[in-house]
Each structure stands twice: as C-alpha cells, then as structure tokens.
C-alpha cells in the first residue's frame, strides 16, 4: 500500500511539472510557425495557444506511454536487438496519437473548423511530423545512454574482478630445495574464476592448487577468493587433500543458491619422501611426466564441488623422482578455439609436454605451453582465461645424495 502511494504521488509530481513545462516548450514551436508562416509578430500568442495544446496533448500521451506502455514492451522483447527500436516506435505513435488529439480538440475550441480546410489539415501534419521526429530522436537518445551506461558499468565490475582476480594470483613462488613451481594465468577479455595457489606448510610439505569456478566477473572471482581463503585456512592443520576438499565443498555449497561450481584440482607434495598426495574435483587432468618417458594422468577424486555437499573424494599418492615434471591447466588451454573454430585439445598439450626438454625449468616449461597455444590461437583472442601451472622435481642436492 505504502509503494502504491509513493508511486502515485511520484506522478502528480510529474503531471505538475507538465503544467509548467507546456508553457514553456511550446514558445519555440510558436516562433518557428511565426517565422515559416510569415505572420506578423502579433500573431505569436495565437501560434503559442496552438503550440501549448500541441505540446500539452503530447506530452501528456508520451508520459502515459511511459506509466503503462513502455514497462510491457520493454518486458516482452527484453533481450532482443530490435527492442530500441520498438521502444521509440511506441513512443512515436504515442506522440502522433497526442497530435491528432491536440488537433480535434482544436477544431471544436478555440480554433474551429480547423480541420475543416487544406491549411489546417497541413499544420496539424507539420506538428506531427515535429513531435514525432522530436520524440524518435528524444527515446533513441535516452536509449543510447541508458546503454553507455550499462555498458560503463559492466566494464568497471569487470576491472574490479580483474584486480580482484589478479590481487589473490602469486607472482612471486616459494623457492625450495628439492622443488620448484611456476604458474602464469593469462586473462580473457571477460574475467573468469581461475585461480592457482602454492601454499608452503612447515618446512617439508607444500600445497599446490588450481581451479576454474563457473560463469564470469565479480560473483566469480568473488567465489574463487572464498575458495583459496578456505584453502589457506585449513593449510596448516588438514593433512588430507581430499578432506580438505570436503570443506571447500561445503563452503561452495552454501552458495548454491547462485548456481556456481568449480572444478578443483588439490595435491600435497612432502618434500622429505616426494610424495604427492592428491585429489581431482572434476578438474582437467594434470599431467605428470616421468623423467623415464612414462605420462601419467592424475585423475582420481569425484565430482565438481559446489554440486553435492555429502559427496567424498578419493585420494591418491605418487612419490615423485628427479626430473619428473608435473603440469596443470584449466580448460582454456585445451578449449582455446583459433578463427577456424578448431580446439588446441589435450593431445597438442601432450605433445609439447613430450617435446619438452627435461632441463627446462618449471618457468620455462609454462611459458612453452602458453606459447603453444598463442601460436595455434595465430592472434585470435583467447575466449577464457588461460591457467598454466608447472611443478618440476629437482636433483637431489649433494648434502642428500647417499654417501656425501
């Protein structure tokens, strides 16, 4: 009820500042027909009478328009590329039908017969050939600002994700004796909900993550920061990746009334034995490659998180050997699309991994992959972002061989 009377009195409000608008935009219709008429200048307030009906007739029509009209188209065709154009067209006609009206009020006021002859019926075509063309040009107008500033606002949620997104990617990675890691994320034109992490526990253990939460800007990176806090929450205290996924899950579920997920990817590494320990949530399959040749996919796990929150994980370990390489992506490096509309795909990845020279360093084995894929993109903008994360075990040092 309250909403109902605040609506109301907004629209006297509108209907009395019509009664002192009319007046006043009816002058300069009044001084264009003094002039194209060649009237005398006595004649301007019989032309400003005409002129305040006119306006007063249009207007009010248009206003209307925009009470009752215009909330139902712009409903029905939402979303659809003609809808300016149908919005003007209604505020067109409305204008036209104001005309007509000014005109037959006219023709039995004060200004009788006005239809009646040629000259009346050319003027009252002439003020609604000037209403109309005034109300197109008014609603295309409006339209087009009320679409720069969508398109404003877009663009700056998307240069918060950005910095959102980029304030929580290391650039900086722990430097360890027997490992080492490196990972780029490459941003899309759109900012998507990619993360890595490389998580340092105590002196002997390391946490490596990476995901790629569902949909795009803010509510994405927004739910990706969640995921690494609740990550480096449990870090020192959770030995388990798989339980640790457990309560990310949960975390994500609480949000599932937005709809997201993500696809998770979480493993452990204890640098005493290079034991990895992991568990894949519905992730691309890391890649680890053998210093022997041999390529192992590291798959096991369950489902995306955010989906089920009862759901467990399984686990996996693998101890590791020096010269092994272990890489993980998101999908916008196997879904990576060039103007042909053809995808990189996981076997061109396997095949620059199998290329690769052992000797790379984890940077090095990254920044061939990414440039893999620029070269099959041949300059076509990447349509997601892009994660690339590489872990390379190093030759035991001389303090740790046996017999030094």
């Not at 000037?130 to 700056?156: H, P, Q, T």
């Not at 949909?215 to 640790?244: D, E, H, I, N």
């Not at 994500?252 to 290079?274: I, K, M, N, P, W």
């Not at 999908?331 to 795909?345: K, L, R, T, Y």
Request: charged share 20%; hydrophobic share 50%.
């Amino acid at each position: 009820m309250a909403k109902q009377k605040k609506k109301l009195r907004s629209r006297w409000v509108e209907l009395a500042n019509l009664a002192w608008q009319v007046p006043l935009f009816a002058v300069p219709f009044a001084v264009f027909f003094v002039i194209v008429s060649g009237s005398p200048l006595s004649a301007f307030i019989d032309y400003w009478r005409v002129s305040m009906v006119f306006v007063g007739a249009t207007m009010f029509a248009v206003t209307c328009t925009s009470w009752w009209i215009a909330p139902i188209v712009l409903r029905r065709f939402e979303g659809e590329l003609r809808l300016t154009w149908i919005v003007s067209g209604t505020y067109v006609a409305a204008s036209l039908l104001g005309t007509l009206v000014a005109a037959l009020v006219l023709h039995y006021t004060f200004v009788p017969g006005m239809l009646g002859n040629a000259r009346g019926v050319v003027e009252m075509l002439t003020y609604s050939l000037l209403f109309g063309a005034l109300f197109l040009g008014i609603s295309l107008s409006v339209n087009f600002y009320r679409r720069s500033l969508d398109r404003a606002g877009s663009e700056r949620e998307l240069q918060l994700a950005r910095r959102i997104q980029r304030s929580f990617l290391l650039s900086e990675f722990p430097r360890r004796p027997r490992i080492e890691v490196h990972a780029v994320n490459v941003s899309s034109k759109e900012v998507s909900g990619d993360f890595y992490d490389v998580v340092p526990v105590g002196e002997n253990r390391i946490l490596l993550a990476i995901a790629d939460v569902s949909g795009k800007g803010v509510p994405a990176a927004f739910l990706s920061s969640m995921l690494q806090a609740s990550l480096r929450t449990q870090a020192g205290f959770v030995a388990s990746p798989a339980v640790m996924m457990t309560a990310i899950n949960a975390l994500a579920c609480q949000r599932s009334s937005t709809g997201q997920f993500a696809t998770f990817f979480l493993a452990s590494v204890d640098e005493r034995t290079l034991t990895l320990r992991f568990t894949n949530a519905g992730h691309n399959f890391p890649v680890l490659l053998r210093a022997s040749g041999e390529r192992v996919l590291l798959e096991t796990g369950g489902i995306v998180i955010g989906m089920m929150e009862s759901m467990p994980w399984q686990e996996e370990s693998l101890v590791l050997a020096p010269g092994d390489r272990v890489v993980f992506y998101t999908d916008g490096v196997s879904e990576a699309a060039n103007a042909e509309g053809g995808m990189f795909g996981e076997e061109r990845l396997y095949d620059i991994l199998s290329r690769a020279p052992r000797e790379l360093s984890a940077e090095q084995l990254v920044e061939r992959v990414l440039g893999g894929v620029r070269e099959f993109l041949a300059g076509t903008e990447p349509g997601d972002d892009i994660t690339v994360m590489a872990l390379r075990v190093l030759d035991a040092p001389p303090a740790a061989r046996p017999g030094a």
